[in-house]
């Protein structure tokens, strides 16, 4: 069975203030790992993947295999960071995605 | 090009009604997922359609059902709605396999 878990429900940081959003996976394979995220009144949107190594607003993540961990990071939160973030995985089979249950990012002035 | 688009945005519903949801993904995409998504389950998955074929199930009853037409638009059936079946579907829609699944706004039953 493949599983998700954002432990943290809610992460208040102050505007300049370095963030990190936690995930652990269990998956016996090789999994696709993705963060999304959803922000007021939008779709929920892809923000990055692990196979691509991108930084996407400044935001990046590494995969862990040995802690089968995909952190979330960026050096220095804004306002606009301010959304729900979610970590999913992708097993061997199709599309179908397994959801965390999403950290409430607030970034404070 | 257009995004994912679900309709309607927004239904009401009766216990023991059924309702149809439908999903028009991303020219080009055969891929189409649905999630529930509840304040207290989150986002789980439903089922996944590629090429008219249901490749993946999630662990919902069957009063839970799907299809994708030849175009590739698919629909969802709920059947004998409960309470319990309010939350906002969601309908996401993949190029490949494992590529960037593509969100809808989402439809937002409430079953009364």
């Known amino acids: 069975a493949q599983r998700v878990t954002q432990p943290e429900k809610l992460l208040s940081v102050f505007k300049g203030a370095p963030v990190e959003l936690k995930c652990n996976y269990s998956y016996s394979g090789s999994p696709e790992l993705f963060w999304y995220v959803q922000y007021s009144r939008q779709r929920l949107q892809l923000l990055l993947r692990?196979?691509s190594r991108e930084s996407i607003k400044g935001f990046t993540a590494d995969l862990n295999k040995g802690e089968t961990s995909f952190h979330l990071k960026k050096p220095f939160a804004q306002e606009e960071d301010s959304a729900m973030y979610y970590c999913?995985?992708?097993?061997?089979?199709?599309?179908?995605?397994?959801f965390g249950g999403g950290t409430r990012l607030m970034v404070k002035p | 090009k257009a995004g994912v688009t679900q309709t309607p945005r927004y239904l009401i519903k009766t216990r023991g009604q059924q309702v149809t949801l439908s999903c028009s993904p991303i020219?080009?995409?055969?891929?189409v997922s649905w999630y529930q998504q509840t304040p207290g389950q989150g986002l789980q998955f439903l089922f996944e359609y590629f090429s008219e074929t249901q490749r993946n199930k999630g662990n919902f009853p069957g009063r839970f059902s799907g299809r994708q037409f030849s175009n590739s638009r698919s629909e969802m059936n709920v059947s004998t709605l409960e309470l319990g079946d309010s939350a906002l579907y969601l309908c996401a829609s993949s190029f490949g396999e494992g590529t960037e699944a593509f969100f809808g706004q989402g439809t937002r039953l409430t079953v009364v």
């Open positions: 020219s080009g995409h055969r891929s």
């Open positions: 692990h196979i």
């Open positions: 999913a995985l992708v097993g061997n089979a199709g599309n179908m995605l397994t």
